[in-house]
């Protein structure tokens, strides 16, 4: 199974925010609830958690990039029963 990491709802009036950094790498294995990336906006920063125990399997902006809320920014597949 793949899950898709995506830029969350930030609040009402933020529509974009920056990649400050990835806390981890591809093919890197994450437990789910694992913060994976951290991401910044002139209001607030926060780091995006797994939504499953997997591997990091794709990245799709780097450091600085600026992404909008429900951007892909990568996904994690899973192993057969790991999802918990």
């Known amino acids: 199974m793949t899950e898709k990491i995506l830029v969350p709802v930030l609040g009402e009036s933020i529509t974009e925010a920056t990649i400050s950094k990835w806390l ?9 609830d694992e913060p994976i990336v951290e991401l910044e906006t002139d209001k607030v920063s926060l780091e995006v958690p797994s939504p499953i125990n997997g591997t990091l399997t794709e990245i799709n902006f780097k450091d600085g990039d600026t992404v909008e809320v429900g951007a892909v920014l990568g996904e994690i597949s899973s192993g057969p029963g790991s999802k918990t």
């Open 24 to 32: 981890k790498s591809k093919g890197e294995n994450i437990n789910a």
